[in-house]
């Protein structure tokens, strides 16, 4: 079992940046990790994710070339690189993980979640 903490979330103005880290109690390195958002008012939604080696990522066309996700399985630690913010990236900022070999977009698939981080872009 593995515990995730978000953190780097914070107020930045449109066009600003930010990068998104989730620390996880456990070891990682078999684990494929992925960052989902829930604007007020909406569903979570995926926003990008990444297989348990780094080989392979998925995202979102809305934030592809925006966001990058990457991971350090030596540090069991999953970031997501925010470029270009958008009044509507705002949302708490969710990282997750499962155990699988491909790299999966629904938000059931995953099996831990962190709390979340708020991320809020100002125009």
């Known amino acids: 079992q593995v515990q995730l903490v978000e953190s780097g979330g914070g107020l930045v103005q449109a066009g600003g940046s930010l990068r998104l880290s989730c620390a996880a109690s456990?070891?990682?390195?078999?684990?494929?990790m992925g960052w989902f958002r829930q604007a007020p008012g909406k569903e979570r939604e995926f926003v990008t994710a990444?297989?348990?080696?780094?080989?392979?990522?998925r995202s979102a066309d809305s934030v592809k070339g925006r966001f990058t996700i990457s991971r350090d399985n030596a540090k069991n630690t999953l970031y997501l690189q925010m470029n270009s913010l958008k009044p509507e990236d705002t949302a708490v900022y969710y990282c997750?993980?499962?155990?699988?070999?491909?790299?999966?977009?629904?938000?059931?698939?995953?099996?831990?979640w962190g709390q979340g981080t708020q991320v809020t872009v100002a125009s």
């Open positions: 997750a993980a499962r155990s699988g070999l491909v790299v999966v977009t629904d938000e059931y698939a995953y099996n831990y």
């Open positions: 990444i297989n348990f080696s780094g080989s392979t990522t």
């Open positions: 456990g070891r990682i390195q078999w684990y494929d």
